[in-house]
């Protein structure tokens, strides 16, 4: 066989790992809105991801195997890698980056002249393959300076069916010792940046996210940096207005500039080194939780070559300086873990630090002060409170034996108290105290202003903690001055830092309490209730006892409202003999009131359908009922406090104080027993899916309407109607077909083709399904056409002469079964396209009969009778007739009604130039002197895209006018807002409708607008 391997390892060190992912969960908590005078917890979720990097050692292990072979392949070709140590005993390699106890992490770092080597690829005869491996060793497999270690492998394959292993003789690695970090992060619990609870805009005070990186290990950390991301909120469940960001960075003290990644270089074994990164937040707050998490790129093996040991997580108290001889003058960590007080030193030490707080005594004159606490070898940290409440610029501290505290180590700080008001205090750090110190205060021209608030309870002030207080004033540079501060548990406000001016105090709104008493401090001023002006500040002033009192509210006369849920039999909205209450129907109240509460509440109907709400406070409200299984909302009532009501809902009813409003009654009426139903069918096999379907009537004075849409099949049907009502049933024809015949169902009536669709008239029976309302359509249209005019004959000679006019606006008709209607164009033309081959009739409406001339056209006919109209037109396919001429001897106008359905945007009743119609709605025509059957001039049209309807051909007498009624139908999540009547009269009624239409023949009716309001 010819075939030979080449072996061997190489060092490919220093390979670069980017090894941790540090995560950062902090929680600040103390960031608060203010609602209703408390104080409401936000909490906010952040997330900072870090890598860390180092260089670290890796070797590149190389196999190539020669087939030289040219008529054979090496097949199953298997490769494993085997690891020894010196001794030649076998030790764990490991591809799974979870198998902690290997010495070894390898992985295939490249692939030539072969796709796999776990046993299912080949080598092609005569040619080669090169493999890859990268290794890493894990920590603690080198110790001193290096550990020996061979490499080899074991190569399995099968030539012309036979299996052979061979075993290639190792290589040797030196594996040297590696670091092994700790990581200690550390964060302030308070920081700082705008306070919620003020006017003014505090600014943002940086603060310090620190790092200490500790090398544990035996061998050097090399070229290591931690790369930080900005921090990412994660979770702001009240979706608070807050942002984080980190300004810029330091190692050692040494300014990192603006960049996020601090290079912390080489640290030795035994060796740590420092980082800060400067952060700030736009709201003041409190970090309550601090969390650390690492992982490592499973890619470079995972926790088996981790170099992480672990990472801690502290609450930084402030950045110190160790300065005892010997150490690096590098700033260091004061923190506290839960209520242990440690300094975590550059230098890689940690100690523990003696709090002395509790036993400090801090003695003040004037702008001196000493500090006393037992003496101690070792760290001390005392913190007391601040005398100067905050308003001295610096601080120099000298021990009693001369030395001088460093800047770091003498610091103020400050911290929200839950009761809103702020806590000062001095803070001293140092080594081998004396436990004696002396302070010089630094302090500006500030003034302060103080004092208090109390409630008056049975005569005696009580001190009222939490109580807003808002300073306000002009200082003597002509700077505008807004600050709010709150009261302590002892009821006392303190303003501080305070430039020499004129300035105001007034007490804040407390939810149930009222001002009644004021006074003016050692600083003077002008006392009203509840507010103090003209309070004189010169410098250094402190100016105290500016005392408010409040009481508690005395509530005005409380208002109830009142009314009967019934059903309705009749539908004539007043509840008659035999007409009974309907008993736990809930009855619900909602709105806003004039005090700005919200309000709703629920009552449940007694046995007689009575219901009440009592203590109401003067307001506008709304009242709704809820569903009654069986029963329909068919009218509200508004009483005697007045509003606008629809079916179920009366809306924008006023109460004052002391009002008992009354008669806010609603109607329900029992559902009926009937069905009515129909199909949409196609003669063409087209689909008739989704047809919208709607069933109007007229019931108890009010209109009526509801819709459905046909199913696959082309069925529909309406349940649960009532029976022995006249119906106009009408489905809206859909795009793409086209009408062939209309077939009436068993319970009667019509069927009639408006634009857009097609209606029938119906009167269901009670208790007896109505049913067979037919629509054929088809969906190839047909390509032929019948067309004429319509013109006023002047000489009556039938034919039209110069001088006589075509007649705009008239209704045509083609048969049979009314399957087309147009209108005639200003010139009096009209035109059916579209037609299929058949025998048609037609027909031009008229209010009175037609007096004139019938000429047919060119595809025949003959007159059906005196003045009447065209039949047995026979229209072959794709033939066009033309010129049937309908000749007048009159030219009568034809009376006609129209208007406009919009939705009124500022409810003011009026169609604005801004406001739009609505399309699509239906709106219906009913003659109301036959109140038990449909007459010929009861119709339904549907509203265009600009909102515009219009009815045609109302047939009046000029000796007896018609009497009309408009009725819109609904459109959800909209109510009926108010109808405008038109210049033909009528009078608006609350259902939304227009009755008394009266108008006489050869009249255009205009000007009928219907309004809509969305819920």
């Known amino acids: 066989m010819n075939m030979y391997q080449k072996w061997g390892v190489n060092k490919c060190g220093p390979w670069l790992l980017w090894a941790l992912a540090v995560l950062l969960w902090l929680i600040p908590a103390g960031q608060q809105v203010w609602a209703q005078n408390s104080a409401v917890c936000a909490e906010v979720k952040i997330v900072i991801e870090q890598k860390l990097s180092l260089e670290r050692q890796a070797f590149d292990a190389k196999m190539v195997i020669r087939n030289g072979l040219t008529d ?104 040297k010792p590696m670091p092994m970090l ?21 600014p943002q005070i940086p603060f310090t996210l620190g790092v200490r990186i500790q090398n544990t290990g035996e061998g050097v950390s090399s070229k290591t940096t931690i790369e930080s991301a900005q921090p990412k909120i994660v979770e702001n469940r009240l979706n608070l207005l807050i942002g984080f960001e980190i300004l810029g960075g330091y190692v050692s003290d040494q300014l990192a500039g603006k960049s996020l990644l601090l290079n912390f270089g080489d640290i030795a074994a035994g060796a740590a080194k420092v980082g800060r990164w400067n952060m700030v937040t736009t709201l003041m707050g409190r970090f309550v939780e601090f969390d650390a998490s690492f992982t490592h790129d499973d890619s470079l093996g995972g926790d088996l070559t981790s170099l992480i040991d672990s990472v801690h997580t502290h609450t930084l108290v402030h950045d110190v300086l160790v300065d005892l001889p010997g150490r690096d003058g590098i700033r260091d960590f004061l923190a506290r873990d839960v209520d242990v007080l440690r300094v975590y030193e550059s230098d890689n030490v940690d100690t523990l630090v003696s709090d002395q707080s509790s036993t400090s005594q801090l003695s003040v004159s004037g702008a001196q002060a000493q500090l006393t606490f037992s003496a101690a070898p070792g760290f001390v940290y005392a913190k007391v409170d601040d005398p100067f409440h905050g308003e001295a610029d610096g601080i120099s501290v000298t021990r009693s034996d001369g030395k001088v505290l460093a800047p770091e180590n003498a610091w103020f700080s400050q911290t929200r108290n839950s009761d809103l008001t702020w806590s000062y205090f001095l803070n001293v750090f140092d080594a081998n105290s004396t436990g004696i110190y002396s302070i010089a205060f630094v302090r500006g021209d500030y003034s302060t202003l103080s004092g208090h608030v109390y409630q008056l309870v049975s005569g005696q002030n009580q001190p009222l903690p939490v109580a807003p207080v808002t300073l306000r004033g002009l200082t003597d540079s002509s700077d505008d001055v807004s600050l709010t501060a709150h009261t302590n548990q002892a009821g006392e406000f303190r303003f501080t830092r305070l430039q020499p001016g004129t300035y105001s105090l007034e007490a804040g709104s407390v939810s149930g309490l009222e001002d009644v008493a004021a006074y003016a401090g050692s600083a003077g001023g002008q006392v009203q209730t509840g507010l103090i002006t003209q309070i004189a500040l010169g410098r250094q002033v402190d100016a105290t006892g500016y005392d408010f009192v409040k009481q508690t509210t005395v509530l005005p006369m409380q208002a109830s409202l009142s009314g009967v849920v019934y059903a309705d039999m009749n539908g004539n909205g007043v509840q008659d003999a035999g007409e009974s209450g309907i008993m736990n129907v809930a009855v619900i109240l909602s709105e806003q009131n004039i005090q700005g509460g919200s309000v709703a509440m629920t009552v449940q109907t007694n046995e007689l359908g009575f219901y009440q709400f009592t203590g109401l406070a003067a307001g506008t409200y709304t009242l709704q009922v ?96 009532k029976g022995n009502v006249y119906y106009t049933l009408t489905l809206l024809h859909k795009e793409g077909l086209f009408l062939s015949t209309s077939k009436v169902g068993n319970a009667g009536g019509n069927a009639n083709p408006i634009l857009g669709g097609t209606f029938f008239n119906v009167w269901p029976k009670e208790g007896q399904p109505a049913e067979g309302y037919t629509i054929t359509y088809r969906d190839v249209p047909g390509t032929g056409s019948i067309s004429g005019k319509l013109f006023h004959d002047l000489n009556g000679n039938g034919v039209q002469d110069e001088g006589e006019p075509g007649l705009a606006g008239r209704r045509a008709t083609i048969g049979p079964a009314n399957v087309a209607v147009t209108h005639t164009d200003e010139s009096g033309n009209f035109i059916f396209s579209g037609l299929p081959a058949g025998t048609y009739n037609l027909a031009i409406d008229f209010d009175e009969r037609f007096d004139g001339v019938i000429t047919p056209g060119s595809a025949g006919g003959m007159n059906a009778g005196p003045n009447l109209y065209v039949t047995g037109i026979v229209l072959a396919n794709g033939a066009h007739a033309r010129d049937y001429l309908f000749a007048s001897n009159t030219d009568p106008k034809g009376s006609s009604l129209s208007g406009i359905v919009y939705e009124d945007e500022n409810g003011n009743g009026v169609f604005d130039e801004a406001e739009n119609g609505i399309e699509g709605v239906p709106v219906r025509l009913r003659h109301i002197r036959n109140t038990s059957s449909m007459t010929q001039e009861d119709s339904i049209v549907y509203t265009d895209a600009s909102g515009h309807f219009t009815f045609y051909e109302l047939n009046n007498s000029p000796l007896q006018p018609y009497v009309y009624r408009l009725d819109v139908g609904g459109i959800e999540g909209m109510v009926d807002g108010s109808a405008t009547v038109g210049d033909a009269g009528g009078t608006a009624n609350p259902s939304g409708g227009i009755a008394n239409i009266r108008f006489g023949t050869q009249m255009q009716a205009q000007g009928y607008f219907f309004a809509k309001r969305s819920q």
């Open 182 to 202: 700790v990581l200690d992060y550390f964060l302030p619990d308070d920081v700082y940046a705008d306070d919620p609870f003020t006017e003014e805009v505090e």
């Open 626 to 721: 809820s569903d009654v299984d069986g029963m329909e909302d068919i009218r509200a009532q508004a009483g005697t406090s007045g509003g606008t009501s629809q079916p179920g809902k009366v809306t924008d009813i006023t109460l004052f104080s002391g009002d008992d409003a009354t008669g806010y009654n609603f109607m329900k009426q029992a559902f009926g027993t009937t069905s009515l139903s129909g199909q949409a069918v196609c003669n063409t096999g087209c689909d008739v899916e989704g047809i919208k379907v709607v069933l109007t009537t007229y019931i108890g004075g009010r209109y009526w309407e509801k819709f459905t849409y046909t199913d696959a099949e082309g069925n529909f049907v309406f349940h649960n109607i």
């Open 72 to 175: 054979s392949a090496i097949e199953n070709v298997e490769v494993q890698l085997l690891f020894m140590d010196a001794n030649e005993e076998l030790v764990v390699g490991t591809q799974d980056p979870n198998a902690t106890a290997a010495q070894f992490f390898y992985r295939v770092d490249s692939l030539e002249g072969i796709n796999a080597i776990d046993g299912t690829e080949s080598i092609a005869a005569d040619s080669s393959a090169e493999m890859h491996w990268l290794i890493i060793p894990s920590a603690g497999t080198a110790t001193g300076s290096g550990t020996l270690y061979y490499v080899g492998a074991k190569v399995t394959y099968t030539l012309n069916g036979v299996v052979t292993t061979v075993e290639v003789a190792p290589d040797f690695i030196v594996v």
